[in-house]
């Protein structure tokens, strides 16, 4: 498909393991954001890349978020030990610029 | 079923009527702003967007509207049908940080009766 791609689309934890989330952002978007959507909130930011240079990650909640894009595409956010806070709706977005960007339909991860 | 001035978190109108959905920001840096629609279980969507150096923009049944001076944002839809049932989302980014960086506000969910 032409569009951002994420999976699981559903990830259950229980407290305490690591998840893995990937995005698949669209073919030739250098932009990429990562951010996370609580239960009747706004989306807030996480995590920028351009291409593979992580610019801002002001918005990662503790270190044990991480966020990497190796080869500039494909990105995968890892989060380590997880809590319940953690438990949240996370979205991709790429763009090839500074307009419109194009969302993922997320991943619901549900800590246990 | 339209409401001016007030940024309401749900908002009911009858298919056919004009809903207008408002937005307060924040940043007076800001200088980019774009309205999104989410459906349950989606990503939020693209619907329009304006620039700091405008104050109206007209879309396929939808406007927006920018005031800088109180810092408001309203997003009308003419028409409004059952698939703009949905929640709405106003954002905002700068041109000077992150290419594109937004910051969402609170949503309004939007619901069209038949």
């Known amino acids: 498909g032409a569009g951002v791609s994420q999976s699981p689309r559903y990830k259950v934890a229980k407290r305490g393991q690591d998840v893995a989330l990937r995005c698949d952002p669209i073919s030739g978007h250098v932009s990429l954001f990562w951010y996370q959507q609580a239960l009747g909130q706004g989306p807030e930011f996480l995590t920028y890349?351009?291409?593979?240079?992580?610019?801002?990650k002001s918005g990662l909640p503790s270190d044990r978020f991480f966020a990497e894009r190796p080869e500039g595409s494909v990105s995968t956010l890892k989060i380590q030990r997880t809590q319940q806070e953690d438990s949240a709706v996370y979205l991709c977005?790429?763009?090839?610029?500074?307009?419109?960007?194009?969302f993922g339909p997320g991943t619901r991860l549900t800590v246990l | 079923g339209e409401s001016v001035g007030l940024h309401l978190p749900t908002l009911s109108v009858q298919e056919g009527d004009n809903s207008i959905i408002n937005c307060a920001y924040s940043n007076s840096a800001s200088d980019y702003f774009i309205w999104y629609k989410q459906e349950s279980g989606k990503g939020p969507q693209f619907i329009i967007d304006i620039r700091s150096n405008m104050d109206k923009r007209q879309g396929q049944r939808v406007t927006v509207l920018l005031n800088k001076t109180v810092k408001h944002l309203s997003l009308q839809i003419a028409a409004t049908q059952p698939g703009d049932s949905a929640v709405y989302f106003c954002?905002?980014?700068?041109?000077?940080?992150?290419?594109?960086?937004?910051?969402f506000g609170d949503g309004t969910t939007l619901t069209v009766k038949p």
């Open positions: 890349f351009q291409n593979e240079a992580q610019l801002d």
């Open positions: 977005a790429s763009h090839t610029g500074f307009s419109e960007q194009f």
């Open positions: 954002a905002e980014s700068s041109n000077n940080t992150n290419a594109g960086k937004s910051t």
